[in-house]
């Protein structure tokens, strides 16, 4: 099921809590270590690159100090790189099948976890466009049975449970009731005993975990007037949308990794358009972790 969303706006919101990538795997060793090979050791001084999906810039902050080329990120989401990018770089937003440059105007396009969000043929066909006859590209990208996307999809899973167990409802309910009657001092207990109930998710559920934390306290505080029941109920509504959103970006991510055939049609595609290519399984102890991509022409 998908949850009703503007995916723009689920990303929009993530960037502008100012986090600088999409997730915590992304420092892990063999990623940087492919970026590192294929793209910062090959890289000259002065030659312009765009980095499309950007988010806030992740990959951008591997490249080296003395980098003096052209260098944009482009992204469909508002976007919050930190003020030492945005002093170096530029930044704009756009759709990644429909890409505001002239023809050849790059050197490098590289992208991390961004490049399989957009639209396949008309991706292919704008990166192929601002690229000149001399140029490289590198994409990174998800890969459907990663390490990755198990967590994703474990993540989704709580998500779901939580939001289709009706305890945002519940205690948002008992928030209003809180503020106009203080007599039920049992309330919050039998509240959060049968929300528990209700919840059917691995006991390490952290999700879950995190989130009655939160939700015990909020309400305690209610109780104990020392917040509102209106102001409790501004903050569950809260973390409900922040929780849709996160869910949102999940079942994006899930949808566009690529199975190992979808891979090999997206580097066949790219080499009809006149490059070689070099692929790498990414792996973390032996286990699936991305899809490493390098391409160069002329
Ligand atoms: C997984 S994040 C990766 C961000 C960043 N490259 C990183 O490694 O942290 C995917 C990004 O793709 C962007 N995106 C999705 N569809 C897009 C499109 N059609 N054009 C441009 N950006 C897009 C999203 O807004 C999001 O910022």
Redesign the pocket.
């Known amino acids: 099921m998908r949850y009703p969303l503007n995916?723009?706006l689920s990303?929009?919101d993530?960037?502008q809590t100012g986090a600088?990538?999409?997730?915590q795997a992304?420092s892990a060793n063999p990623i940087k270590q492919f970026v590192q090979t294929y793209f910062v050791s090959k890289l000259q001084r002065q030659e312009s690159i765009l980095?499309?999906?950007?988010?806030?810039?992740?990959?951008l902050q591997q490249l080296p100090d003395d980098h003096s080329g052209f260098c944009v990120g482009?992204?469909?989401?508002e976007?919050a790189p930190s003020a030492a990018l945005r002093q170096q770089h530029h930044f704009s937003r756009?759709?990644?099948?429909n890409l505001a440059f002239p023809d050849e105007s790059f050197d490098w396009v590289i992208?991390?976890?961004?490049f399989e969000?957009?639209?396949r043929e008309e991706?292919i066909k704008e990166l192929c466009r601002v690229l000149h006859a001399q140029s490289q590209l590198l994409l990174?990208c998800?890969r459907k049975d990663s390490l990755l996307c198990r967590h994703s999809q474990q993540q989704l899973m709580e998500g779901r449970c939580i939001l289709d167990s009706g305890l945002f409802s519940s205690a948002w309910q008992w928030c209003q009731y809180a503020d106009t009657d203080k007599s039920d001092r049992a309330g919050l207990q039998k509240l959060m005993t049968s929300l528990m109930k209700e919840i059917r998710l691995p006991k390490d559920s952290s999700l879950l975990f995190a989130l009655l934390q939160s939700l015990a306290k909020l309400l305690t505080d209610v109780q104990n007037d020392r917040v509102r029941g209106e102001s409790a109920q501004k903050i569950i509504g809260q973390w409900q949308s922040s929780l849709l959103a996160n869910i949102d970006?999940l079942e994006?991510?899930v949808e566009v990794a690529l199975s190992g055939a979808d891979q090999k049609r997206l580097v066949e595609s790219i080499r009809q358009e006149g490059f070689k290519a070099k692929t790498v399984a990414l792996a973390e102890q032996g286990r699936p972790l991305a899809w490493g991509m390098y391409f160069s022409r002329g």
């Not at 980095?51 to 990959?59: E, I, K, M, S, V």
Request: avoid cysteine; aromatic fraction near 14%; glycine fraction near 12%.
């Open positions: 995916s723009q990303w929009s993530y960037w600088a990538q999409s997730l992304h980095d499309l999906a950007t988010g806030n810039g992740a990959l482009v992204d469909y989401s976007i756009m759709d990644g099948s992208s991390q976890f961004g969000y957009v639209s991706g990174l998800h970006r994006q991510q």
